[in-house]
């Protein structure tokens, strides 16, 4: 047909939350936007087609917009039409292509007078204003003179929307926190190790920003490895023109919370009393439990200390390091062992006396370069003696304290 | 001891350069084979260049020449370029997993090149277009699936089995408690070494499986393909029908 123009097909744009494609023909604007609704489950895609038209156009004709939803081409998912405006929505997949494609036709309506071999151009769009390009011309010729009543609808054009949406991350971690049992937890401990995938099952490229490593580098998963250093990282999933991103804050270890779990004394309660000390196990959870540290290696950097009796004998406890970690539930035990000494440490000439002496146990945990940092540099596990009764009890001193039963004395 | 020797030279030549670079660039011509890949993987954490690194690797050959070391030098370089931000060179990762696999390997080597191999493949195709991962799915699952073939193989369980903490102590050596109880620590160390190392093969069990899954849920259905394919390399009907089960429960995800 003489009257119709060329598709017109834009370049597609993707701007969510408003993305626009226009088409100009005349005084006519033909736009598209689309938006995503990532809140739904599954996801929705709403897409409108819209025009806009100057007072002569609508004074003149009819306009008639049809919406087209679609995953593949002549596959619909949904079809609206209006005279200025369309709305499509339908459930879509994340990681997927969609096309929004409006068609715009305009219908004019002639009554006059028609005289043989005239053209006549009902549409007539330079009449109006406007540039005038392409064909616009409905052109009809009469036979003989009449009346001509004539309604003709031309198609003007159509735009295309191309909609990449983008894939949907979902993770777990491989540790489930004692503080907080979701496993979809985004705030996670140095070094965890969290499986990545996308849902529903999409091949994409994996990269991190900030620290940390993915590994494999593409597909439809991959093992997220958090830095033993507090940051945030940025998992990406990219596909095509498109990626998602999901982010981590990685938390360090801040405390140590110790409780009693039992006591073990050194030996057979007395009389005769010939030895003091004491020896308790205790319940550690390192700080915060609603993160793991289960792939952080820690130890015990004890420095060494020394003390003098009561008798004015001469007492040391040597530099020693002790590697230790933790379960899944950041939990572990710690035993305290003053060892076995003569009573008559605490024997001062004239009485036996209280006294006390604290064995320093600051905590290191190993960085991604391998170099140990300090996090609880003031943990103490403390002995005491008490003159009354020789009795002894050994204490962790961490974020919190935690004493032993007093014990002893010994045969 | 022989090796030694012949990396001494490397290691005067670099002397130098130690003063310049830090002792991780000496390290390429010190230690053993692990150590020295070690060093490489490390300077590649750091950000130096694959290209060079590679070329480090690829002279390891020379002083370390039995199949096992040879197998491991090429995995390791793979490892490297299947690190991300590299992957723009998948082709590196198929070529050196491609020679990597021709050598005796580690089970946890040879898993983990299966699984880098069967990425950059996928690696490959994606970059020419998202679709074309579907098209060449058949390419991309062999290696998935070889390399869950190699955890069936070695008995390797589907979940995982607990790994407690390591005990902290406070008890001084010259208490007679000591020994015991620096025994009881290295048990636990070990049993927590054992653990993590089986959980670790546990965990490429998982994604293998998930890869493979995923991959054959997407786009049409290949079903037949995927029963085909898994039933021919794992010989194993209950995973075989486990494997098709999940891929069907994934694939109803998809909105289409």
Known sequence: MNGIIKNCVLTAVLVFLGMTVQLHAQDIYLWNDSMLYQDEDPWELAGWGNLTASYDVQFYYDTTI?????????????????????????????????????????????????????????????????????????????????ICVSEVSIYLGNLILEIDTPPRIVSSTACTAAGNSNNARTTIGLGEVVYISTDPAISVTWSVTGGGNVSPVSGTSTTFTSPKTPTTCTVHASIGNTSSTKSFSVLAPSGISVTLGSDSPLGDAGPPNNYIGARSLFDCTVLPTTVSFFYLSFRENIPGDSWTWPDSSAGSRGAEIVPWGVGCDNKTTDTVNSTL???????????????????????????????????????????????????????INATNSANGSWQGPYK | MHRYHHSSFVSIMSATALFAAGCARLCYGQGNLDERLAAIEMQASKGAQLGKLETEALKLIQDFRSPADTGKV????????????ANKQPTKVIAYATMALKYPLELRDSVRIYLDLGS?????????????????????????????????????????????????FDVPPDAPEYQQIVREHAQQMEARKRADALNELVHLRFVLTNEICGLYSQGTDAMAELQELSSQILKNDAVVIALLAKTKAERAKHIK
């Open chain 2, 120 to 168: 950059a493949i996928t690696s490959k195709y994606l970059t020419i277009g998202p679709s074309e991962c579907l098209s060449h799915r058949r390419e991309i699952v062999v290696p998935f699936l070889s390399g869950l073939k190699l955890l069936l193989d070695n008995g390797v369980p589907e979940e995982p089995v607990p790994s407690p903490g390591v005990m902290k």
């Open chain 2, 74 to 85: 090429y995995a390791h370089i793979a490892f490297l370029y299947a690190r991300p931000g």
């Open chain 1, 66 to 146: 049809n919406v087209y939803l679609m995953d593949q081409p002549f596959h619909y998912l949904d079809i609206e039409s209006g005279s200025t405006s369309a709305e499509v929505l339908a459930d879509v997949d994340p990681g997927a292509t969609y096309y929004i494609i409006s068609e715009l036709f305009v219908s004019a309506f002639y009554v006059g007078p028609c005289y043989p071999d005239e053209y006549y151009d009902i549409f007539a769009f330079w009449w109006y204003g406007g540039e005038t390009y392409g064909d616009w011309w409905y052109d009809f010729v009469m036979t003989e003179p009449s």
């Open chain 1, 341 to 395: 000494f003569g009573i008559g440490r605490i024997f001062n000439g004239s009485s036996y006396v209280d006294f006390g002496y604290s064995i320093r146990v600051p905590e290191e945990y190993q960085n991604g370069s391998g170099s140990w940092v300090s996090w609880l540099p003031g943990e103490t596990h403390p002995r005491e003696y008490r003159g009354s009764d020789q009795k002894a009890r050994v204490t």
